[in-house]
């Protein structure tokens, strides 16, 4: 229903009167006003005090009138005194506060001159003068109560010549002038200061939405960097202690801390710390069941505390020194609370409830993290006990499987290769390792460094076989998970055989990439596809002997009811493949030759490796619902008939 116009009328009129102030105090409000007001004293001041003497100019010059020497030394007297309050002010001198005063000196120097000039020459006219000043006053003051007061003022002195000289016939005209220019003044002043309410309201307004939107970019930039942590680091106990230095450096929070419930899950300690709060000799807060942290974990609800010391749940054993305030959020995992992320602050009421949305965004990404993590250990607990058993029952299935014989006997032989490369931790590994590349001693040592490059390399080595393991895992349990997207195979060939460089040089290996540029654009996982190739090259240059060539070509192939076929073949002439193992090297752990005599470089040749290459790259081509197989005449490390790799994908993945 369309509003009528009194609903519209009423509807301006109450958004003049009542000015939204979108969460502003009116006290900040007012503070702007007269901040706003002060900047534009000093052009007040010089403005009028020239004027003044101008004025002084033309009354002595040009006018002729009653009082004409008392009123030229009262203008020059006034441009003056508002000079100096010019320099004063220019020198910021005056508070803010005291805008208001300084407007009503200014005009109580104006009215003054004007009504002295009304007194000495009192007739009606005079009165426009004085109209002029009650409609320019209007606009000088940010306070009615101001305004109000030299409008009284002006109008009890207009009442009082009136009074004094009431014979004049022009008085009534003029009267009304006074009237009119009253009103009008009062109605200027209302909308002036609605106007400038109304912009500094969204001055404020958009000083919190800025502020809100580099907190939220902090907030992603955090978000973002614990990802990173999350897909590079498993290790529980690095993992946290990075995330926690991260929040820490990110929020600038006097101590930030990371608490998991013990294994009884009767005490709450903080697992991982950092922050001007935490010594250098460690802190490691303790909290119980009733405190803050306590609280948060059994309710599984955010926390913002101005005054940590005021709150009834406070206990001092979780607090770390010189904390004032702090924001605890629950570490959840759907309806499961794992643990609390807690920021302490060294001032009073730093954090605000409405930080919590973004602040539990980043506690989010932090569970994600933790369960990670503990999945992680989880499965490679889970993969100790499954070689224990695959090892426990290879003997028992030799009688039955005469056939799998030599494929049992490669499998014990990578479980015990694994186990040897596994035995030495991987996390202290590459702790060590990275605590030795960033010793500057040590790398100003050649010798040092070489080493200390060695056993980071060995560690790389190590979490690649890792990786692989998962893959695997993955393809045997049919969870490897695709994010299809264009893929343009030529240049993702590319970049694949620039990491075979280094092995290119060193032994003199040619790699070819040929009949690549027509090929269309395909879908598929970019960086599963990047692993299939990468196998494939590998074991290609793995196989060929020094000198030798690896090409790789690529064709197109159309087809009835689909968006056609790309097919890749990888060419070595190395020492080919038996026909009888040339399916079977695509099953896991599947190994030619002796596993114990193979060289330790994947890319020496006939180096050794898990035997999980291949598997993993047909499990990801079955998944892309493409074909991969091996075409060769023999084994022959004399007369060296090579190998044949095809691998077929799609154009487009089937809906």
Known sequence: ??????????????????????????????????????????????????????????????????????????????????????????????????????????????????????????????????????????VMFTSLRWYVFMQMLSLAAWGAIYYLNPNQGEWLYFGVMIFVATFTGLVAHWVRMHALEKAEIFRFVEQRQRKELIQRTVQQQTSYAVGQRITSILELDTLLDQIATLIWQKYDAYYVGVFLPNKNRLAIQAVAEAGAGVPADGLKLQAGLTGLVGWVMANGRPLCIDDITRDFRYKADEKAPNAKSEI?????????????????????????????????????????????????????????????????????????????????????????????????????VNFNAQMLLEDEEIQANSFHKKWSEGIDRGAARMEEIVQSMLDVAKIDSSSLELYLAPVDLT??????????????????????????????????????????????????????????????????????????????IITDNGVGIAPEIQELIFEKFYQTGEVMLHSSGKTSFKGGGAGLGLAIAKGIVLAHNGRIWAESEGHDEDLLPGSQFHIVLPVKQPE
């Open 328 to 428: 605890l959020l629950p570490l959840k995992m759907g309806d499961k609370v794992l643990g609390v992320l807690d920021l302490q602050s060294d001032k009073l009421a730093a954090f605000s409830p409405n930080e919590i949305p973004n602040f539990q965004l980043l506690a989010d990404q932090v569970a994600i993290a933790l369960e990670n993590a503990q999945l992680y250990a989880e499965i490679k607990q889970f993969n100790q006990q499954l070689e224990q058993k695959v090892a426990e029952r290879t003997q028992a299935l030799q009688e039955a499987y005469g056939q799998l014989e030599r494929l049992d006997k490669t499998k014990t032989d990578f479980i015990t290769i694994a186990s040897h490369e596994l035995r030495t931790p991987l996390t202290i």
């Open 1 to 138: 229903m369309k509003p009528t116009f009194f609903q519209l009328f009423k509807q301006r009129f109450n958004n003049l009167v009542n000015q939204e102030r979108l969460g502003v105090p009116e006290a900040k409000i007012r503070q702007a006003l007269h901040k706003t007001q002060m900047d534009g004293l000093p052009f007040i001041y010089f403005s009028f005090g020239i004027m003044f003497f101008v004025y002084a100019l033309i009354q002595y010059y040009l006018l002729n009138e009653d009082g004409q020497l008392l009123m030229v030394q009262v203008a020059v007297g006034s441009g003056v005194f508002l000079l100096a309050g010019f320099v004063v002010l220019l020198r910021g001198h005056v508070p803010a506060k005291y805008a208001e005063r300084g407007t009503a000196v200014v005009a109580s120097v104006i009215l003054f001159t004007i009504l002295l000039r009304f007194y000495l020459n009192p007739v009606p006219n005079q009165s426009a003068n004085l109209a002029l000043f009650l409609f320019g006053a209007g």
């Open 491 to 568: 240049f993702l060939l590319r970049q694949v055989g620039k990491r075979f460089a280094e092995a290119q040089a060193k032994r003199q290996i040619t790699l070819s990439l040929a009949g690549l540029g027509k090929l269309p654009e395909i879908e598929g996982d970019v960086e599963a596809l990047q692993k299939v190739f990468y196998q494939i090259m590998v074991n290609a240059i793995k196989y060929t002997p020094d000198g030798g060539t690896v090409r790789v070509d690529g064709r197109f192939h159309a087809t009835n009811n689909s968006a056609g076929e790309v097919e890749i």
